[in-house]
């Protein structure tokens, strides 16, 4: 079972009917079981990586429906095939993944997909680099955006200071160079980016400053239902 597993994973294209017949719709229905062999050592390490698996899958699965009204089996049979193939791509990044949050934003993007038929060019980054991406990461921008007046102005500059956390700084290089919806402010706006910021005495405070974009609500959204949810997965 335990290569049957691992073929299923890693020929998903191929075998993704298979996949989801065999693997994603019995969990959804809470109707999948495996058989591991005698060999006491193979049979705790396939229970702990089968189990590990089914937990990840079914909470990808439980943010897919989250507050829609409509079972997991129903929307995997409504897609079609170019849907389906991203669905299981999905799935497939999912179970590589470290955190709950990084789960729930791969759910939300791809009902996405299957609303729009496609990505935009911001979803599709964060969708490749979902991965690079923690928990700790998406909290320390949601803390941030939302700790800006409201509504955020886009065409404005937001500045970090000097004495700002550094990983704050870090985490917004790491959003503008993987997803490009931050934007830094160049040089030759630099000073009029600092004097909208802050009074003249605070300007020696100023680290760096940038501008948001429309995906940052977006993003900033996502986080903050995935905090107002009920059930998340343990790390």
Do not use: H
């Not at 597993?5 to 809470?30: H, W, Y």
């Amino acid at each position: 079972m335990s290569n049957q597993i691992d073929t299923c994973i890693n020929a998903i294209d191929k075998m993704g009917d298979e996949f989801l017949e065999t693997i994603i719709q019995p969990i959804a229905k809470g109707t999948w079981n495996f058989a591991v062999n005698d060999n006491k050592l193979a049979q705790a390490y396939l229970t702990f990586k089968t189990a590990f698996m089914k937990n990840k899958i079914s909470l990808f699965l439980k943010y897919i429906i989250e507050k829609e009204d409509v079972e997991v089996i129903d929307f995997i049979t409504s897609l079609d095939n170019g849907k389906k193939r991203f669905f299981i791509e999905s799935i497939n990044k999912a179970i590589d993944l470290d955190d709950s949050l990084q789960i729930y934003i791969l759910a939300k993007l791809c009902k996405q997909f299957k609303t729009n038929e496609e990505l935009s060019y911001f979803e599709n980054s964060l969708y490749y680099s979902i991965k690079q991406i923690s928990e700790d990461d998406y909290t320390i921008f949601y803390d941030y955006y939302k700790s800006l007046d409201k509504p955020v102005i886009l065409d404005n500059f937001y500045c970090l200071k000097s004495n700002d956390d550094m990983r704050v700084r870090l985490i917004f290089r790491k959003f503008e160079n993987m997803i490009g919806f931050l934007t830094k402010a160049e040089k030759g706006s630099f000073g009029d980016a600092r004097g909208s910021c802050v009074n003249k005495d605070e300007e020696n405070l100023i680290s760096i400053c940038y501008q948001f974009n429309l995906f940052s609500e977006q993003l900033y959204s996502y986080i903050d239902e995935y905090k107002n949810l009920s059930f998340q997965f343990s790390k």
